[in-house]
């Protein structure tokens, strides 16, 4: 029973996990197609903005939730500015330039911030159940990936900004006739993306010891997860975080955690020979 | 065409004897081997992607598979002869049944990249977690994290104490070198060539033509992932020892980057691209001021941004402009090539 419990929990973390690593990369693919692969380190800037201004005295959850979506959504705009807005519409370029900004963030953040593994300890403490022993903070990443889908919603559907920023994507000249100028909308879109990947960084950054490389464990599974949920963004981010979760949490407890790993990777070759483009271009399609 | 191609193999064994001459006395030999072989790694990308239009992000996957194949077949062996067959036709035999999912399944670019991506990855978890002992096959131990050391290498076929190292070697991974990049504009030359150039251009057409596609690209992956085994598998005789570091994602991305460095769709940019990057990395390794990375990754951006072609295309165009030969008129027909090429 109790262990039934743990692991129902530890599948909705690894769901959550997924869920919060990849939307940033799902917000600025699902809106404008873009394959941004520096998100990993966007997440690891978002890691050490938290660390810097915890020590520098600011309470934890402000820096996680506040400070570290700001600073890396502001790094995101001068990307944006510099990189990415000369190269929308062509997909292949934007990935290797993106590709080269994140070896250039690695690069910047061992000459600032060295070569070591600094970290901060968990805000929350853990509890037992019965025989076991859970991580309180893990609930902790259950809401914010709750939150976070919620508000995603709410800002696509609900929200007039919402509104246009979806329309621009679907006919950015339909958009500028109307009056409104895609350019602002690219720039306003990668500046929320960005700051959502530096929100997952900042709220990841307690579970693990952080170092200029961290960001590389991250891009991976999230560029899966976003590829493998095609092209609608909420339902496909919640549909293949949901199945990779499950496959790796399930692996993880019947054979090891490396083979939870290996089994996602592999559970998505097989998706995407399965769908070429993804779940939600067969399921769940024309939803948001 | 015939006197045109013949006169091709000739300038090119011209320049290649030149090179292997001057260089040694310009970079040591035990640098300037490496700096070869990353050439033949980045041959074997930049023959899928520059003539094939296949992404493939993970390059590395058959790298380190031949340098794993040599370096398990040379302990269990212990002669280098078979092994070193071996690390091409593991890798190029993996790369066919890759291949054959992918093309068989209709997967392009992003879809493309993210498996390749994937196998690289599934490939460096699983070998790095295979530390404990009974991981292995035959007699070699899989090592995990630690690689394995310690097996032959290579040597004179049929005599294991012969070794071949220092000096012999490099001009042994150079006329190797030679010899592949020979075999490529055979093989760019021929009608499989030819037909996968009209894939990349348009792929559509070509199956409209008759052409078989998917096994057409299946093969040339195949043969891409076959020279990057023999990389790998010279690689490891280099080193003397295979780590997983050889699957990594940063090894993939560098040979990407040598290729659009040096110029997609040419056949000596990727080398000039593997052995010019690879060198500037190794000098920059010794200093201390900025970091390797960093500067990696701002010539990568810089590359896409301002010139997309790569090194070897616009020093061409600039001598062709310099000489004042305006009557190619190549500008407009280049710039369409390479859309259609990313599309």
Redesign the interface.
Known sequence: MDLSFVILIEMLYAVATLVLISAGLAVVFGMMKV?NLAHGEFMMLGGYATITATSLGVNVFVAMLVIAPLIVGLIGLVVERL?IR??YG????T???T??????????A??IFGNTTTGISTPIPGFAVGAYQINGYNFFIILVAIALVLALLAVLKGSRAGLIARGAMQRSDMAAALGYSPDRIYMATFFCGSALSGLAGAVLAPLVGLVPTSG?AYI?KS??TV??GGPALIAGLISSATSFGIVSQIFTFAV?P?MG??AL??A??IL??LM??GITSRFFKGKL | MHRSAKQETLTTLTVAAGLIWLMPMLIGTYTLTVLVIYGMLGLSLGLIWGFGGILCFGQAAFFGLGAYTYAIAAINIGESTLPMLLAVLVPAGFALLLGAMMFYGRLTDVYLGVITLVVTLILFKFINSTAAPHYKIGSARLGGFNGIPGFQTLNVPGDPDAYIWGDAYFYLCALTLVLVYLLVSWLLRSSFGRVALGIRENETRMSLMGYDVAARKTVLFAIGGGIAGLAGALFANWGEIVTPGLFSLGQSAEIIIWCIVGGLGTRFGPVLGAAGLAYMKFLLGQQSLVDNTLITGLILVLFVLFLPKGLLPALTQLWRASIGRSRFGRKPQNRRMRRSNHG
């Open positions: 394959i990189v000369h190269l062509r997909l292949v370029d990935m290797l330039a590709w080269g900004l994140s070896l250039f963030f690695i690069g910047a061992t000459m590389g991976a560029f899966i590829i493998a090891s490396v790993e290996v990777l592999v998505a070759v995407l020979r070429p483009q």
